[in-house]
């Protein structure tokens, strides 16, 4: 293996085609290597910083709605809204959403309708995240590969190397013990 091979050189070596017969995320990997260049990003800081407004808005809805306290406070406007239309208001003959709370159900209603599409944004987002990490951890792990691959090459052609020059000396030797051995003593 020579010292810096080509991204020709990779490609037919590691994938027996040629590096313009690779796909996009292979013909990366390939001249990273070739360039000995990290392929390592910080994929989230990539994925945060693409995010628009609206996106980034959702991903908070998102994480408030599924968090103990969204669930506690709204635990609490419920009992609220209870207490108050039931034994507060009902005693002054006031109650503004007496029980079956006809208006609460409403709002109640009105709070899933727009809480299910932010959620699901937010979710669809994070499956985007999740590929777009997929897709790299695959790059870098074609990389570590091919490096480990490359590593085990360089290993074997130094063992070779060794083996060779030991049988060079071994012959060597033997030589010298033939000379000395037929030297008239």
């Given at each position: 293996?020579?010292?810096?091979?080509?991204?020709?050189?990779?490609?037919?070596?590691?994938?027996?085609?040629?590096?313009?017969?690779?796909?996009?995320?292979?013909?990366?990997?390939?001249?990273?290597?070739?360039?000995?260049?990290?392929?390592?990003?910080?994929?989230?800081?990539?994925?945060?910083?693409?995010?628009?407004?609206?996106?980034?808005?959702?991903?908070?809805?998102?994480?408030?709605?599924?968090?103990?306290?969204?669930?506690?406070?709204?635990?609490?406007?419920?009992?609220?809204?209870?207490?108050?239309?039931?034994?507060?208001?009902?005693?002054?003959?006031?109650?503004?959403?007496?029980?079956?709370?006809?208006?609460?159900?409403?709002?109640?209603?009105?709070?899933?309708?727009?809480?299910?599409?932010?959620?699901?944004?937010?979710?669809?987002?994070?499956?985007?995240?999740?590929?777009?990490?997929?897709a790299h951890d695959?790059?870098?792990?074609?990389?570590?590969?091919?490096?480990?691959?490359?590593?085990?090459?360089?290993?074997?052609?130094?063992?070779?190397?060794?083996?060779?020059?030991?049988?060079?000396?071994?012959?060597?030797?033997?030589?010298?013990?033939?000379?000395?051995?037929?030297?008239?003593?």
């Amino acid at each position: 293996m020579s010292r810096d091979p080509s991204p020709e050189v990779i490609a037919q070596r590691f994938f027996g085609r040629e590096s313009k017969a690779l796909g996009q995320r292979e013909s990366r990997v390939v001249e990273a290597v070739a360039q000995r260049q990290s392929i390592v990003i910080n994929t989230n800081e990539v994925f945060e910083d693409t995010r628009t407004f609206g996106e980034r808005l959702a991903d908070h809805i998102a994480t408030f709605g599924g968090s103990w306290t969204f669930i506690m406070t709204f635990g609490l406007v419920l009992m609220s809204w209870v207490v108050l239309n039931t034994v507060i208001l009902a005693r002054r003959n006031a109650s503004f959403d007496p029980f079956p709370y006809i208006l609460l159900n409403l709002f109640l209603s009105m709070l899933a309708a727009l809480q299910a599409p932010v959620i699901m944004m937010s979710q669809n987002r994070q499956a985007a995240k999740d590929r777009m990490d997929a897709a790299h951890d695959y790059e870098v792990n074609l990389k570590a590969e091919i490096e480990i691959r490359g590593l085990h090459d360089k290993i074997d052609e130094l063992r070779e190397r060794h083996w060779a020059e030991l049988v060079e000396m071994q012959q060597q030797q033997i030589r010298m013990l033939g000379s000395l051995v037929s030297r008239p003593n």
